[in-house]
């Protein structure tokens, strides 16, 4: 009987990389659908994968005793009425692809180059100056890895950085970290404000109206943590009349955004479909193996998640 059950859509590139990487047997069973799943399942004690389409399947499947998430988030494995299992997340991993989605944003913002490629199209000579981010305020919201990761790329270009966390104790790559009880006077000196938030019931709708008021009217928001973060509604109407220079969204309350959604038309707001930072089975499949050493050794495995915090 397999030992692990792998649960991707992605399921084959994970056991391909599993039997490279791993250097000694792995026994294992592949799925790429939880209906598929459901049929093959044969009582394997660790699942490997995504965690909707884990959610799906482990009430009905106590024999689990570890889940390890291909995902930073786990929303989905916090939804459901179980906690008797080891849940572990995908860290360290994902920082590079966020920092450059996160500065690509903003770089755009300051050269104008939507702006520019308009008047391109119109064949119109267009010189006005482009804005720079050298001196500019970045504040952070969330200082874990990936906060830490675009912190560190953000000041080594001339950015002051500063962050926000429960506690507001000192983190690596920050200037200054503040405590959510300074959260609306912190975000009044912010020329860009980045959220790596996790989605839990304490952060959510953290950016509601009364807090995006807050915001200088020339700071551009990017959301590149979870979307219960951020009220959609109150992000439209600052955009539409002005109150914030511009956004780039990433995660959003549904998925895929409906043809519907008001975000698509509002103005200065670019939509992305969550592909700022992609789990390449060559990026996760070590953390995984290095998991299932510790496990098979009674060893602490690393990147635990705590169900009451929910991360």
Request: aromatic share 8%; charged share 20%; hydrophobic share 40%.
């Amino acid at each position: 009987m397999p030992e692990i059950l792998i649960l991707s859509k992605d399921a084959p590139a994970l056991a391909a990389e599993l039997e490279r990487q791993s250097g000694f047997p792995v026994p294992f069973r592949a799925c790429t659908s939880s209906d598929q799943a459901l049929d093959q399942y044969d009582g394997e004690k660790i699942l490997f994968g995504r965690p909707d389409l884990i959610a799906a399947c482990l009430p009905a499947w106590p024999a689990v005793e570890w889940v390890q998430s291909s995902w930073a988030g786990v929303e989905p494995l916090l939804a459901i009425d179980r906690r008797d299992y080891h849940l572990t997340v995908v860290k360290d991993v994902f920082g590079q692809q966020m920092s450059e989605y996160v500065l690509g944003h903003l770089l755009a913002h300051e050269l104008k180059l939507s702006k520019r490629r308009a008047h391109q199209e119109a064949r119109d000579w267009f010189q006005e100056p482009s804005g720079t981010l050298g001196g500019k305020h970045m504040g952070i919201m969330g200082t874990g890895s990936i906060g830490r990761h675009i912190a560190r790329v953000a000041r080594s270009i001339g950015l002051t950085v500063s962050g926000l966390s429960r506690s507001g104790k000192p983190a690596e790559g920050f200037d200054s970290v503040h405590a959510v009880t300074q959260f609306e006077a912190w975000l009044r000196g912010l020329d860009y404000l980045v959220s790596t938030l996790p989605g839990t019931p304490k952060t959510s709708r953290l950016l509601d109206a009364r807090s995006l008021a807050r915001l200088p009217a020339h700071c551009y928001l990017v959301n590149v943590g979870r979307s219960n973060v951020l009220d959609e509604a109150a992000l439209v109407e600052a955009l539409t009349n002005n109150k914030l220079a511009g956004a780039a969204l990433d995660v959003f309350d549904t998925e895929p955004l409906p043809q519907d959604s008001p975000l698509w038309e509002t103005p200065n707001l670019t939509i992305t479909a969550h592909i700022s930072a992609v789990s390449h089975p060559s990026l996760i499949v070590p953390i995984f193996l290095e998991n299932l050493h510790r496990f098979r050794d009674g060893q602490a495995l690393k990147f635990l998640v705590d169900f009451d915090a929910g991360y």
